[in-house]
């Protein structure tokens, strides 16, 4: 039996009549919702996108663009790599936004650092508190071992796979993959060394607003943590929304909160005082 879609001409057409269909994970063209902060007006609001269950997404966010992350159902995962857009060699360094802040768990007030002293992005809201800056992304091999199958096109994608898709959106490649943060999945560490994850699920609705300091690349992948101790491939659809907002002010509390993050912002400062 001959396919109807064999016929060019009937596979244009069966392509068109799907204009206008809308599923749940698909960037929203031009952005619209209803639950911005007040005072976004509609041509600040940059993206909206809900990212599937162990999909993908990036965007490149101007300096002062605020980027929030809800966890709808509450079992997303949000692996995150930032790049400054403007010269991508500078990434986010997950060693030294731990060891600069003497501090490895995020949260409202902390900074996302780059490799070379500068705040890619700092956390202005937070209502989730488990987050991650120890175990890095899944992989093929360690999704293979625990649900069969780990490829970019099988059942069960990883992470760091779903990264190069999107960084190749960039023109950038595997070397470009860098350790990221996991937000909405926690890892604790026992005064004997151990790692306890904190999977959930948790409560559906938790949040986290990321403020650019400056132009950025962002990645997300949704996919499950590493440590998840669970058989099944266990993730939930993750909301991303971004919008125009100030740069940060002089007497911001978050930029003058440490001495440390201080200087962060006086290395972003000089950096666009070129």
Known sequence: MTNALDNPLAARDHARAMAGTVVEAMPILPPRADDLPIGVAADDHLWEQTIAAGGYATRHLPRGARLRLIDLAGDACASLLVFNAQMP???????????????????????????????????EA?????????????????????????ANSGPYPNARDRFLLGAAKHGLGRRDVHPCINLFKGARI??????????????AGRYVILRAEMEVIVVIANC??????????????????AWRGPVTPPDDPIRNATPEGL????????????
């Not at 499950?224 to 929304?241: C, M």
């Not at 200087?263 to 070129?274: C, S, W």
Request: proline fraction near 5%; charge should be negative.
């Open 89 to 123: 060699t500078e990434r986010l360094n997950v060693a030294d936004t731990v060891k600069v802040q003497w501090n490895a768990y995020l949260g409202a007030g902390k900074l996302l650092l780059s490799d070379m002293g500068r705040v890619l992005m700092s956390i």
């Open 126 to 150: 937070d209502d989730a508190g488990t987050h991650d800056c120890f175990c890095g992304a899944s992989n093929a091999a360690t999704n293979a071992a625990r649900y069969g199958a780990g």
């Open 190 to 203: 026992e005064d004997d060394g151990a790692i306890t994850p904190q999977i959930g699920p948790f409560a």
């Open 224 to 241: 499950p943590h590493v440590l998840d101790p669970r058989a099944d491939y266990s993730v939930t659809p993750l909301r991303a929304s």
């Open 263 to 274: 200087r962060a912002f006086e290395n972003v400062e000089d950096y666009y005082r070129r």
